[in-house]
């Protein structure tokens, strides 16, 4: 195919060219002449977060430059971590994502090492179903999880909505589809060879998972659980739909519901918020940013 | 594979053939499927139940007691706003994923481009708007755009510009609902199509280069033809992403001014959590089904077709 195109590029009329190196030099100088344009409209609104989180609320009003800090003060950072409130919707999203992880990570291994490697009735379907579900979106489901979640009070008195924990039964849904698909992806590229060594040495099935493909697939298993935690940290709809309750709420939500207070918008709280709210994934970021890129293409590329 | 070995073990042992091995089979067959299980279990009861019952919900009145059938549709196809968030929808989603595609392809390129040993850091520096979680980047964008303290107006006062109304104006806030989805969207196409850059021969454009191939060619008959799989599937990723989003929307405008930067998802919330009518909703959200399916149909033509390759 390529072969075919490439060979049609002969025919085109031939382009003068000078020494190579000096129009590489130029392409040089232009990418990063446009690197740095695009660094600075991706990087603009988190640092702008972070200049207005070091303002004072009368400097921020004021008629000032407000892309500089005169006088920086970390008082909306005191203010917010000494608040009972902040630090509150901090643990309920820490929590919800610790375990939403963990169960995932269950879930989806146990589920993709049998959808790998041990075949049975229905699974080429479920392989496909559970791609299937990680493109249904979740603004398609928060309706009838919310009418359900009624119906489980009505008819059996356990009450689901409003609970923070609820969060934890809701987020699986984003996240097991997704680190399955990966997983069986990560655990068909094992070489049959491995395990069938195992089998002939006597190892359960549970063994070869444990000692075998875990360990073999661990950046895949890193990428996967990165994802799951992303995924449940910056979760809006649901939270939004099924909490109200201040106590109840998760970072992202608390952020947009309780610091902006009637029409007043505290700005340098909101931003310090916000900030602070992106961090533990920006943080994992920074550390892990090849299992990170690993699992994002993953998605796409294997498969 | 597996079980050949297995059975061969098992005759050396004189364990006898057949139904040994039978049982084997399905204890295999039984264990895996109770690994599955809890797979299972979570699609059905948490997606497919409820993408089931949302189907039945649209079907109900707003007491939610009555059979009305599709006189929820026929409600919608009645009214303005709908129409108006048809549009919007369709326009938010294709303009914001065009442009993410060919920001990130371009951006892509110049980090392709540079030396090996700086793109890591660009790459990483790149990324960062996908990873900050979409609701706090909003926020930022939100205050960016503040109708009397944003920070954009000021540098556009430096050149005598007068304020723009960028949540007030109807015109503008869709162009900034596109534009930090833009912002958020593009490092993902950017991560994508360079993996996919990387992956292209270098002789591929060696041949092209010796054959006198210019620039525009080397990316039309080289590039182009070898990502053609990756493009076509995270722009399809892309489309059903957007399509269905929420998260921007409901924290720049909240569908304001007057309902015109509404997509499917926010009026769904709007009509069917905050106002309380469940059945009206649910036939609203339903509306994101048909350019999902028609999206998904194609991702797993593409996906089924490789794997058949490989």
């Known amino acids: 195919m390529t072969a075919v195109t490439a060979s049609d590029a002969v025919a085109a009329p031939r382009p003068k060219y000078g020494s190579i190196s000096k129009s590489r030099r130029w392409a040089l100088r232009w990418s990063y002449f446009f690197l740095v344009l695009f660094a600075i409209f991706f990087l603009t609104p988190p640092i702008y977060m972070f200049i207005t989180s070091l303002k004072s609320s009368a400097e921020i009003s004021a008629a000032t430059n407000p892309w500089w800090v005169f006088e920086p003060t970390l008082e909306n950072y005191i203010e917010l971590l000494t608040q009972n409130q902040y630090l509150i919707f901090f643990r309920n999203s820490a929590i919800v994502s610790v375990c939403v992880v963990s169960i995932t990570m269950i879930i989806s291994v146990l589920a993709a090492f049998a959808l790998a490697r041990m075949k049975f009735w229905g699974s080429a379907t479920l392989a496909t179903g559970v791609f299937l579900t990680y493109?249904?979106?979740?603004?398609?489901?928060?309706?009838?999880?919310f009418k359900t979640f009624a119906f489980v009070r009505d008819t059996t008195g356990i009450e689901l909505m409003n609970h923070w924990w609820t969060?934890?039964?809701?987020y699986p849904t984003l996240t097991v589809p997704f680190c399955t698909w990966i997983m069986i992806g990560y655990f068909a590229s094992i070489p049959k060879e491995l395990d069938e060594a195992a089998l002939i040495d006597g190892a359960t099935w549970l063994q070869t998972l444990t000692k075998i493909f875990i360990p073999v697939a661990l950046p895949g298993l890193i990428a996967a659980t990165i994802f799951a935690f992303t995924v449940s940290w910056a979760q809006f709809l649901y939270p939004l739909a099924f909490t109200t309750s201040t106590d109840q709420l998760v970072l992202p939500v608390g952020i947009v519901t309780t610091l902006i207070k009637g029409d007043v918008f505290n700005w340098g709280q909101i931003m310090t918020g916000a900030l602070l709210g992106a961090a533990p994934p920006l943080i994992i970021y920074a550390f892990l940013m090849?299992?990170?890129?690993?699992?994002?293409?993953?998605?796409?590329?294997?498969? | 594979m597996a079980d050949i070995a297995v059975s061969r073990a098992g005759t050396v042992n004189g364990a006898g053939g057949r139904t040994s091995l039978h049982r084997l089979m399905q204890r295999k067959s039984t264990v895996a499927f109770l690994m599955a299980l809890p797979l299972i279990t979570v699609i059905v009861l948490l997606v497919v139940y409820p993408a089931i019952y949302s189907l039945h919900l649209a079907t109900l009145n707003k007491s939610m007691e009555r059979f009305v059938g599709f006189g929820n549709f026929t409600f919608l196809f009645g009214r303005e706003t709908f129409w108006l968030?048809?549009?919007?929808?369709?326009?938010?989603?294709?303009?914001a994923v065009v442009f993410k595609a060919l920001i990130g392809f371009v951006v892509a390129h110049f980090v392709h481009n540079i030396p090996s040993k700086g793109q890591r850091k660009w790459r990483g520096m790149l990324l960062v708007p996908w990873v900050i979680p979409p609701a706090m980047s909003t926020l930022a964008w939100l205050w960016l755009f503040d109708p009397s303290y944003s920070a954009f107006n000021w540098i556009l006062a430096l050149f005598g510009i007068d304020p723009v109304p960028w949540t007030g104006d109807a015109y503008w806030a869709r162009f900034s609902v596109i534009l930090v989805n833009i912002w958020i969207g593009a490092p993902f196409f950017m991560i994508m199509y360079l993996a996919a850059l990387k992956s292209v021969?270098?002789?591929?454009?060696?041949?092209?280069?010796?054959?006198?191939?210019?620039?525009w060619q080397r990316i039309w008959y080289v590039t182009l033809p070898m990502m053609r799989n990756i493009i076509a599937i995270t722009t399809l990723f892309s489309?059903?992403?957007?399509?269905?989003?929420?998260?921007?929307?409901?924290?720049?405008t909240a569908g304001g001014p007057l309902d015109h930067t509404h997509v499917f998802a926010t009026w769904a919330f709007r009509v069917g959590i905050e106002g309380g009518d469940i059945p009206l909703g649910a036939s609203v959200s339903l509306f994101m089904v048909p350019i999902l399916a028609v999206a998904a149909w194609f991702i797993l033509r593409d996906i089924t077709k490789r794997g058949n390759e490989a």
């Open chain 1, 135 to 145: 493109l249904i979106p979740e603004t398609l489901l928060f309706i009838p999880l």
């Open chain 2, 85 to 95: 968030v048809v549009k919007q929808s369709c326009i938010f989603a294709i303009t």
């Open chain 2, 239 to 252: 489309l059903i992403v957007t399509f269905a989003n929420f998260d921007i929307v409901r924290v720049l």
């Open chain 1, 290 to 303: 090849d299992y990170y890129i690993a699992g994002l293409t993953a998605g796409a590329t294997k498969g």
């Open chain 2, 201 to 215: 021969p270098e002789q591929l454009y060696e041949a092209a280069a010796i054959d006198g191939a210019t620039w």
């Open chain 1, 167 to 170: 969060l934890i039964i809701l």
